[in-house]
């Protein structure tokens, strides 16, 4: 069953392991689902010689109004979202696979901006957060007081940045930063994207209260393992609601975007396409 009667034309914006996923999903099951994709773009454009039709082959970022998205897909680098997602949003709906990129207040403000002056949506893929509908639920309700999310892989599989660029294992497990999201975005803009979604998922707590931690662990050669622990207030007798959900995601060596994450991306472009594009950030 299609979507709509009218193809929803999307657009996709990186061309890595996870772009290139939704990229043959799009040409493969994108007509029978209603689906149309209209361009694919990468930072390096020679990456996509030989595998995407010339046709589809966007040179330029700035031009990918004249294809009339209707949905484009980030799935590239947080510093796509913070130069060009705003303008993105003049255009089309937008899903956020870099939703680290939120934790800088500035770039959260245009985008929410952008949302409200052109009428469209920005989703933000779930990606490896297991649970986002409960966190978010018991958030609302007013039931959330820690929330705290680790992530455990080998140090090959991170990218990082600034100071953690040059931090080294001290042994078989390492810790290599424990603090407020928002701290840790900048400087593991590709390796916090399951803490972002959940400080956006709790938004009581958000990128300030919500604790990452980043471990490197040299037994994790083939997986991404992430720990989501969260408790609730106290009750009349002192004890509090708690759950803690441990994620094991096989992954290739050294790759940052675990197998199932791959999957659960499709689904949460396929959500997206069933809602309405309603201004404001949205979880899917």
């Not at 052109?118 to 779930?126: D, E, L, N, P, S």
């Not at 662990?217 to 803690?244: I, Q």
């Amino acid at each position: 069953m299609a979507f709509n009667t009218v193809p929803r034309k999307v657009g996709i914006l990186g061309y890595g392991r996870l772009g290139q996923s939704l990229v043959s999903h799009l040409l493969t099951q994108g007509p029978e689902l209603g689906l149309e994709l209209v361009f694919v773009w990468n930072r390096d454009p020679g990456r996509m010689a030989g595998s995407v039709p010339p046709t589809l082959q966007l040179q330029n970022l700035a031009a990918l109004g004249e294809r009339h998205p209707d949905l484009v897909v980030e799935v590239a680098h947080p510093k796509i979202i913070h130069e060009s997602g705003a303008e993105i949003l003049r255009y089309a709906n937008l899903l956020v696979g870099s939703p680290s990129a939120l934790a800088d207040q500035a770039t959260e403000r245009q985008l929410l901006e952008a949302s409200h002056c052109w009428g469209h949506a920005v989703f933000v893929a779930r990606g490896a957060l297991w649970g986002t509908e409960d966190i978010a639920r018991l958030d609302e309700a007013g039931g959330l007081q820690s929330l705290r999310v680790t992530m455990a892989t080998h140090p090959d599989g991170f990218r990082l940045e600034g100071p953690l660029a040059t931090a080294h294992s001290t042994g078989p497990r390492t810790v290599l930063y424990e603090g407020p999201v928002r701290g840790l975005c900048p400087l593991a803009p590709r390796n916090s994207n399951t803490m972002a979604a959940a400080a956006l998922a709790a938004p009581s707590l958000g990128f300030d209260r919500v604790i990452g931690v980043l471990v490197a662990d040299f037994s994790l050669k083939d997986m991404h393992v992430v720990d989501v622990e969260l408790s609730g207030p106290p009750g009349p007798k002192g004890r509090s609601f708690a759950v803690h959900t441990h994620r094991e995601n096989p992954s290739e060596p050294g790759a940052v975007t675990g197998s199932a994450t791959i999957t659960t991306f499709w689904r949460s472009l396929l959500g997206c396409c069933h809602l309405p594009s309603k201004p404001g950030i949205h979880l899917c």
